[in-house]
């Protein structure tokens, strides 16, 4: 018998007939012999909605009272769904994030979770029922304030609990089949990959990948959690994250069989670029820069410096950043000015990354080789570079992005060849 | 510096703009001295959404997780009235039931408080910030499972908190500014009473009056909680319901100034009348069927017991009791027939209800002629007569109930004799 725990997205309750659904099936692995714990999120749009309302009140809301707000919409899912269960008589009792021990720091709006004391839910497994858990919240540990663990904070919840419970399996159920070689809506001859490795997921989902958040991974990996990624529309088996180095002593050709060179391609549209023009070409000058946009709460991703123009002493520095941050890390460099003693100012929101992931990368030589050439042929100019173990990330015209990870998405053979199924279900959110 | 404990019906906060109306009343009350404590409903027809939410799942919801379900209602209503609050530079902070230390038992969907520990809403006040309390909900003492507390819930709440935290006043608002002689709808000449005692109250609340609901008005009476029912839409003074015995000593005369008969006729057209026909007129019988009835759940409100005819030693027993109890008496009577040995039932729905109410009556003779003397004169028959000490009911056909409590209303009068206003606002609920 093994414990599982599941977690479902909104868009597999977004209503009535979906909360039947996902009942349905945990009532099925209940029955197939497996201890079932399930995470839902709230229902569909509630989430939105109920920022939109808290937006009417003010547009300042205090993040003490926007976390108690938004805790309702996964406490109306979350018994919803434990009804459903029963409606199909099998026992189900739904229990808060507070009440299953999902115990954070006090950080309102992106708490982290700092420890998970499930005994309710152990309580509840021991006495054959499902328990029904609300992702998203925790409380905090000395003031028991209700907290919101932010964006992908139920998938986070689900690897919390499956570590703490020991579970076999993390199975996590959205509108996808599973981790593809890329974007399916891009790419539509891209392949569902049975399996990938923890730091493969990361590098997918830190450059663009949307079908895990990085901080579930990441968590996934500390605690050897399986997680499997599948969709809650349909039966296929999806793909499992995990670790799977070979064993010692394994044959190297069948390793090499085993794990192929590329896991996948991923792709980012919403980063923007900054040049800093005109820099002193003295050290010191680059760590002033990024200190100076670092204070201003920008996450700072690729960086390129030019080479100087000997005749002048001066250089420019390029980085990238979310474009969300680019305001801050625009007016922080403006200010500092004088201090940096730059000459100019340039914002481009019209980059893409496009990033190549695949552990095997680490043992094959000319694979950035490849990668520029495919590129090259597609008539696609590549900005900037960075690379990891693991990863080549190159910026190229937003414009261009789509084609770039076609284009390297065949030269790295990881286009379809049969009629395999891509299924997508549900709402396609 | 008063300690003042307001509660907002979901009437009051339907929607953003009533929500930013009542806060704006609530940092009123704060800025003007006070210590403000706040119970708040769920707004507008947020609860029945939730139940039609519940009922296309399943029929018949596990009570606990539908206490859950119900009580994310009054977590947005409350959340969103601290953002409105702080919004107005007033420091708001808000707590649920279990936050609040609303103690229950473990009836999920009509919980009753067994104790109040309010030491973070105490902490709150001290620190100088306005507490928003969810109404209608708790938590049980061993268990910690959410509760609700059935209908009235909220004001039950807003009286248990004013009497665990000792408060100067409990201020409860709706649509309605106060407590009226009748119901204005059936009776446009009514008037809103200044003051009323608890005993009246209570006798109004178990007669049909709708304003308050009758447990909340025991809690109120026991623990000696001023309550002050008016209006979220006006400034006028609503109905202050409270002990005002004369004192000791105080002028007979003065005391009958003060203290009116009549304070109201109350009407209820929700009940209904079962008569057992041809029943044996031995000891016992009664007795039998009142057993089976209780034994069914149903509540007996009023019992008429015909003589009995000589001739064949049988007789005929009317009660009342809630329409909605009807089937379960009618079914549980059929099926005791032949123990109890009567020859049918007769089920009426179309009956009504008035009450005459007065803590006055009891030094009053002549009380009960003169409503007759009314009644009769407005052709209206009588089927059915109970009192208490401060009250007379009298059950006539349900389509002379309307001008039967205007009749009455005018016999004692109670009829407005100048242009008052009665105002009300809102949404009519």
Chains 1, 2 share one sequence.
Not at 69 to 98: C, D, K, P, Y
Not at 397 to 423: G, K, P
């Amino acid at each position: 018998m093994a414990l599982i725990v599941q977690k479902y997205g909104g868009s597999s309750v977004a209503d009535a007939t979906g909360v039947k659904r996902v009942a349905k099936r945990i009532a099925e692995s209940k029955r197939a012999g497996n201890d079932v714990v399930v995470v839902v999120s709230a229902m569909g749009d509630t989430t939105d909605e109920l920022i939109d309302l808290a937006n009417e009140i003010t547009p300042l809301p205090p993040s003490r009272e926007m976390d108690i707000l938004l805790t309702a919409g996964e406490r109306i899912s979350m018994s919803l769904l434990a009804m459903a269960i029963a409606n199909l008589g099998v026992e189900a009792r739904s229990f808060t994030g507070q009440q299953a021990g999902v115990i954070t720091d006090d950080v309102h709006g992106k708490a982290r979770i700092i420890d998970v004391t499930p005994s309710r839910i152990q309580a509840a497994v021991d006495d054959g029922a499902v328990a029904i858990v609300a992702g998203f919240q925790g409380v905090t540990q000395h003031t028991n304030d209700v907290t919101t663990l932010g964006r992908g904070g139920s998938d986070t919840t689900a690897v919390a609990l499956a570590a703490a419970l020991n579970a076999d399996v993390c199975e996590i159920y959205s509108d996808v089949d599973g981790v593809f070689t890329a974007d399916p809506r891009i790419v539509p001859t891209a392949r569902k990959l049975d399996r990938i490795n923890y730091d493969e997921m990361l590098e997918m989902a830190a450059s663009g990948a949307k079908v895990l958040v990085l901080r579930c991974v990441e968590y996934a990996r500390r605690y050897n959690v399986p997680i499997h990624v599948r969709s809650s529309f349909s039966a296929h088996p999806g793909t499992m994250v995990m670790n799977y180095e070979p064993a010692e002593g394994a044959d190297e050709g069948a390793d090499v069989m085993e794990q192929p060179i590329i896991a996948g391609v991923a792709h980012d549209s919403s980063e923007a670029k900054i040049t800093v023009v005109g820099v002193p070409d003295v050290p010191g000058t680059a760590a002033h820069i990024f200190e100076v946009v670092a204070g201003s709460g920008a996450n700072i991703d690729m960086i390129v410096q030019n080479v100087s123009a000997a005749a002048t002493g001066l250089t420019d520095i390029s980085f990238t950043l979310p474009a969300t941050d680019g305001t801050v890390a625009m007016t922080a460099l403006s200010e500092n000015q004088g201090d940096i003693g730059f000459e100019s100012l340039q914002y481009d929101d019209t980059i893409g990354k496009l990033s190549l992931i695949g552990a095997g990368m680490k043992s094959h030589p000319g694979v950035s080789a490849r990668l520029f050439a495919a590129l090259s042929a597609a008539g696609i100019n590549i900005e900037m570079i960075s690379t990891s173990e693991i990863r080549i990330s190159v910026v190229t015209r937003s414009d261009q992005l789509a084609d770039a990870v076609r284009a390297v998405h065949t030269a790295f053979d990881l286009d379809s060849t049969e009629d395999e199924a891509v299924v997508y279900g549900g709402t396609g959110r």
